[in-house]
């Protein structure tokens, strides 16, 4: 999965979340939209529900279950989830061909 392709499927798993879960306040679906963290827009309880959609997403799109939340997101450095840009960055990094995930 090239950068662009992640990208994608973060911001339709946005999209799926303001329609779910924000109607009112929906978070901005762009490339550089902080999440989570410092002036981000999730808070930890709706960072699971997105990462959730991410990962149907990410089933749908490469028909193989993936994890975002396992113990190698944890314990990077900088979280993968402070923005779009991060998530789709990790994304890439996990679906690579020598990946563990793939």
């Not at 959730?52 to 990410?58: A, H």
Request: proline letters at 8%; a neutral charge; one cysteine or more.
């Amino acid at each position: 999965m090239n950068q662009q392709e992640a990208l994608q499927v973060v911001l339709d798993a946005l999209g799926e979340f303001n329609q779910i879960h924000r109607r009112d306040q929906p978070v901005p679906p762009a490339p550089d939209t902080r999440l989570f963290g410092p002036g981000g827009h999730l808070d930890s309880l709706n960072l699971v529900r997105f990462v959730f959609l991410v990962e149907e997403n990410l089933q749908r799109r490469t028909g193989k279950s993936v994890a975002l939340t396992d113990e190698r997101a944890m314990s990077q450095r900088h979280s993968p989830f402070i923005s779009v840009t991060t998530l789709a960055d990790y994304i890439v990094k996990i679906c690579a061909p020598n990946s563990p995930n793939s």
